[in-house]
C-alpha cells in the first residue's frame, strides 16, 4: 500500500495556554484561570502531527529560533515521527499566549515572531518538495515563496486560508497558486456570503463550520458533512487541521469527495476529544 507524501511549510510555535471559564472583556479587571500549560502550537505543526498520525510520510519546512522554545517543538515534532527541516534564524521562535473558553473561543496573542531575511530555500527542502504527493503550504512569509517552487515542480497545491474574508491581500498569492482550498466560516456574516465566495472561485473550496461540521463547492455543487458527536470537548486547538488533514490523507488514498469529508470530521473529533494538536499527543 502506497503511504502517502506529504511536503509541510509553514509556521510552528511554542505556546503558553490558559485556559479561562469566559474570554476576558475588554476592561482592566481581574481573572483566575482554570488551568495554564505549554504545547507545541502553529498551523503547519498540527498538519504536520495529524498527518503523521494517520500514517502519511511527513516533511515539514519551518523556521525556529536558537532557544529553548525552538528546541521543545522540534522534540515533539521527532517524536510523533516528523521529518523536519528547520532554517534556524538569531530571532526568538514563534510563540503565542493562548487564552481559551470551555466552548471553544480563543484568543491568541504573538508573543514573539521568527524573521527569516533571505528567500532561498535549503536544498532538501526542494528535494523533498519535488517527491511529494501533496504540498501543502501554510499562511507564512517565509513559506510564500514555495508556493511557486510546487507549482514549477508541478505538485498539487493545498492550502489552508483560515479565516480569511475574501479580501485580505496577505492571502492573495495562496489563494491563487492553490489547487484546493481550505478556510474556516469565522470571518463571514452568513452562510449564503461563505457559499458565494466558495462559488466564485475556480477551484475545489472546503469551509469548516465548528460544531456544524463543514461544507465544500465543487464544480458549483454545494456537497456538506455534519460534524462527528462526541461526549467532551477537551482541547479545540488543531481542530481545524485535524479535519483538512484526514481530508487529505483520504483524498490521496482514493477517496471520493463524500469519503474525503467524512474522514477529515472523523479527524477533527479525535482531536477535540483529546489534549494535543491532534489525537496521538
Known amino acids: 500500500m502506497h503511504k502517502p507524501k506529504v511536503f ?8 503558553r495556554l490558559v485556559r479561562l471559564d469566559r474570554l476576558p472583556p475588554a476592561r482592566p479587571h481581574t481573572a483566575f ?6 504545547a507545541v502550537g502553529g498551523t503547519s505543526a498540527g498538519k504536520a502531527l495529524n498527518l ?7 516533511t515539514l519546512r519551518t523556521v525556529v529560533g536558537d532557544d529553548e522554545a525552538g528546541r521543545a517543538v522540534l522534540d515533539v515534532l521527532d517524536r510523533a515521527g516528523v521529518r523536519v527541516i528547520a532554517e ?14 470551555p466552548h471553544g473561543g480563543r484568543v491568541s496573542i504573538y508573543l514573539e515572531l521568527p524573521r527569516l531575511h533571505r528567500a532561498e530555500h535549503d536544498e532538501r527542502a526542494l528535494v523533498a518538495l519535488a517527491a511529494a504527493d501533496a504540498a501543502v503550504i501554510d499562511l507564512a512569509d517565509h513559506a510564500r515563496p514555495l508556493l511557486g517552487a510546487a507549482r514549477a515542480a508541478g505538485v498539487p497545491v493545498w492550502c489552508d486560508l483560515h ?10 498569492d495562496f489563494l491563487d497558486a492553490a489547487d484546493r482550498v481550505f478556510l474556516n466560516d469565522d470571518a463571514f456574516t452568513d452562510r449564503d456570503a461563505l457559499l458565494g465566495f466558495l462559488r466564485s472561485l475556480d477551484k475545489p473550496a472546503v469551509a469548516t463550520l465548528g460544531a456544524e461540521g463543514a461544507v465544500a463547492v465543487v ?13 467532551e470537548v477537551v482541547d479545540t486547538n488543531g481542530a481545524g487541521d485535524a479535519f483538512f488533514s484526514g481530508f487529505l490523507v483520504a483524498h490521496l488514498a482514493g477517496a471520493d ?22 489525537p496521538e499527543l
Open 8 to 15: 509541510v511549510a509553514g509556521p510552528v510555535s511554542w505556546n
Open 33 to 38: 484561570a482554570t488551568g495554564h500549560g505549554t
Open 52 to 58: 503523521a498520525s494517520l500514517g502519511a510520510d511527513v
Open 88 to 101: 534556524v534564524v538569531d530571532t526568538a521562535t514563534e510563540q503565542h499566549l493562548n487564552l481559551m473558553d
Open 163 to 172: 479565516d480569511y474574508d475574501g479580501v485580505a491581500e496577505f492571502h492573495r
Open 219 to 231: 464544480d458549483g455543487v454545494v456537497h456538506h458533512v455534519a460534524a462527528v458527536p462526541i461526549e
Open 257 to 278: 469527495l463524500a469519503g474525503s469529508m467524512a474522514a477529515g470530521a472523523r479527524q477533527a473529533a479525535l482531536c477535540l476529544g483529546s489534549a494535543g494538536l491532534a
